[in-house]
Antibody, heavy 122, light 110 residues
Framework: EVQLVQSGPEVKKPGESLKISCKGSGYSFTSYWIGWVRQMPGKGLEWVGIIYPGDSHTRYSPSFQGQVTIAADRSISTAYLQWSSLKASDTALYYC???????????????WGQGTLVTVSS | QSVLTQPPSVSGAPGQRVTISCTGSSSNIGALYDVHWYKQLPGRAPQLLIYGNNNRPSGVPDRISGSKSGTSASLAITGLQAEDEADYYCQSYDSRLSVVFGGGTKLTVL
């Protein structure tokens, strides 16, 4: 069974750093792209970026380029989304999801993690 | 302002048919990129509902269907049931922006 299990909720102060994780199981983690999606409170879905764990190739949405870093450790089948300096506007629910095809960004997001709530407040 | 435009809300009575539109442009849906649809229940992660414009994953009933024409796509739900009440999102690929979502549509079952 394919599963993506995300790390728990985080409460941080503005300016702090943060890394959240997404562990894949039940499939070949290095063979499928993993995407990150943001959902701000009461709002819709926004694509953050994507990584191919096989070679750590990444692409970012222009809206998030330079604001976050996506990484992966294929030895433990885990993808990461990280911030070096959080802002209050980063407060949101962040989902990881698998692109279920061989191409990547054009493929549907067929399996989703449960989401990680990030709260940034002074 | 989302790249793909959806109506904020639609509603229908049990048993009725509803459709949700998703309007894009020549750099995404009109460029022949596939459209995918997701259903999100309150407090839950989105789940894939339709992929590749009109294909249903295993477990999705055949009263749910998708279509695409030109720069738009549609999701249709027939025989509306209480369990269909949720938020629905379309998603495609944009040659300039990469992965793009619609703003979401809240379906209310009256």
């Amino acid at each position: 069974e394919v599963q993506l299990v995300q790390s728990g909720p985080e409460v941080k102060k503005p300016g702090e750093s943060l890394k959240i994780s997404c562990k894949g199981s039940g499939y070949s983690f290095t063979s499928y792209w993993i995407g990150w999606v943001r959902q701000m409170p009461g709002k819709g879905l926004e694509w953050v970026g994507i990584i191919y764990p096989g070679d750590s190739h990444t692409r970012y949405s222009p809206s998030f380029q330079g604001q976050v870093t996506i990484a992966a450790d294929r030895s433990i089948s885990t993808a990461y989304l990280q911030w070096s300096s959080l802002k209050a506007s980063d407060t949101a629910l962040y989902y990881c999801a698998r692109h279920g095809g061989i191409v990547g960004a054009t493929d549907p997001l067929d399996y989703w993690g449960q989401g990680t709530l990030v709260t940034v407040s002074s | 302002q989302s790249v793909l435009t959806q109506p904020p809300s639609v509603s229908g009575a049990p048993g009725q048919r509803v459709t949700i539109s998703c309007t894009g442009s020549s750099s995404n849906i009109g460029a022949l990129y596939d459209v995918h649809w997701y259903k999100q229940l309150p407090g839950r992660a989105p789940q894939l509902l339709i992929y590749g414009n009109n294909n249903r994953p295993s477990g999705v009933p055949d009263r749910i269907s998708g279509s695409k024409s030109g720069t738009s796509a549609s999701l249709a739900i027939t025989g509306l049931q209480a369990e269909d009440e949720a938020d629905y999102y379309c998603q495609s690929y944009d040659s300039r922006l990469s992965v793009v979502f619609g703003g979401g549509t809240k379906l209310t079952v009256l």
